[in-house]
């Protein structure tokens, strides 16, 4: 398939799709936010599940990765913004494809919280590290042996991060599965 044929084939209902849900991501996780050691504690994540469920794997990639980085260009994290985009993107894509694997299509509840669950591990091991990489090569406040023990300070507060975003998404999942069912 030539690059013709590709550019073609993006339908204006799924750029359409994509773009809404990085705005509802960004949003989401704009509204309510809380500063945390190095990052922030928000509801986005909520928003990278219930993408994942209702769009699949890519577009909740691309919404993600979108949706998050600009929150942080726009509000200060803009050293984060690139960890951010591989990291939120690489999580709408484990979720995606977890939630639609074998012929779940993303109506299975205990499948689809295992992709959450799975997904969340990627995002608090990603930020870990990112965070890690952050203190030792960017701002150079510590060594990496160093960096790794102080980066541990945020994961618990992922780990809030990523509970409440399965608790908030849970229930808006299944409300707008039920009506587009419908």
């Given at each position: 398939m030539n690059m013709e044929n590709r550019v073609s084939s993006i339908?204006?209902?799924?750029?359409?799709?994509?773009?809404?849900?990085?705005?509802?991501?960004f949003i989401a996780t704009s509204v309510i936010h809380f500063?945390?050691?190095?990052?922030?504690?928000h509801f986005?994540?909520?928003?990278?599940f219930l993408s994942a469920?209702?769009?699949?794997?890519?577009?909740?990639?691309?919404?993600?990765?979108?949706?998050?980085?600009?929150?942080?260009?726009?509000?200060g994290y803009t050293m984060w913004a690139p960890f951010t985009f591989v990291i939120k993107g690489v999580m709408g894509y484990i979720a995606g494809t977890i939630a639609y694997r074998?012929?779940?299509n993303g109506d299975n509840f205990k499948n689809n919280v295992f992709a959450f669950v799975v997904a969340g591990i990627w995002m608090i091991a990603a930020y870990y590290l990112g965070?890690?990489?952050?203190?030792?090569?960017?701002?150079?406040?510590?060594?990496?042996?160093?960096?790794l023990i102080v980066s541990l300070k945020d994961?618990?507060?992922?780990?809030?991060?990523?509970?409440?975003?399965?608790?908030?998404?849970?229930?808006?999942?299944?409300?707008?599965?039920?009506?587009?069912?419908?």
């Open positions: 339908k204006t209902i799924d750029i359409v799709q994509i773009s809404l849900m990085a705005a509802i991501t500063p945390t050691f190095m990052g922030v504690l986005g994540d909520s928003m990278i469920i209702l769009f699949g794997r890519k577009k909740s990639a691309i919404s993600s990765a979108v949706g998050m980085c600009l929150f942080d260009l726009m509000t074998k012929n779940y965070g890690a990489i952050i203190l030792t090569f960017i701002s150079k406040e510590f060594a990496l042996s160093k960096a994961i618990p507060t992922n780990i809030l991060q990523v509970v409440g975003g399965i608790v908030l998404a849970l229930p808006l999942i299944t409300a707008l599965k039920t009506k587009i069912n419908r």
